[in-house]
């Protein structure tokens, strides 16, 4: 059974760093792509980064050079490292894995940038 376990948000202030973490079991996590998405209110989820087995990875337009997705296959767990953060960083951030045609999510995990 596929488990998504993510952590790491919470509130912080505009320009601050945060490092979220995602736990993962129930699957062979060190040979597929996994990713990080978030939804803001009232717009659609939006890609945030993804990361493949090979450490290859790509990033959404709007975090750019401020945020760093990597992995531990040995620990089973994919982070994100988000830096410089603006207030439209505002989301629940989800941890995502995609098995074929299946996608699996996260409970995901609150950021919110205020001051």
């Known amino acids: 059974q596929v488990q998504l376990v993510e952590s790491g948000g919470g509130l912080v202030q505009p320009g601050g760093s945060l490092r979220l973490s995602c736990a993962a079991s129930g699957f062979t996590f060190n040979i597929y792509i996994m990713g990080w998405y978030r939804r803001a209110p009232g717009k659609q989820r939006e890609l945030v980064a993804t990361?493949?087995?090979?450490?290859?990875?790509n990033y959404g337009d709007s975090v750019k050079g401020r945020f760093t997705i990597s992995r531990d296959n040995a620990k089973k767990t994919v982070y994100l490292q988000m830096n410089s953060l603006r207030p439209e960083d505002t989301a629940v951030y989800y941890c995502?894995?995609?098995?074929?045609?299946?996608?699996?999510w996260g409970q995901g995990t609150q950021v919110t940038v205020s001051s």
């Open positions: 995502n894995l995609r098995r074929g045609p299946y996608d699996f």
């Open positions: 990361i493949t087995s090979g450490d290859k990875t």
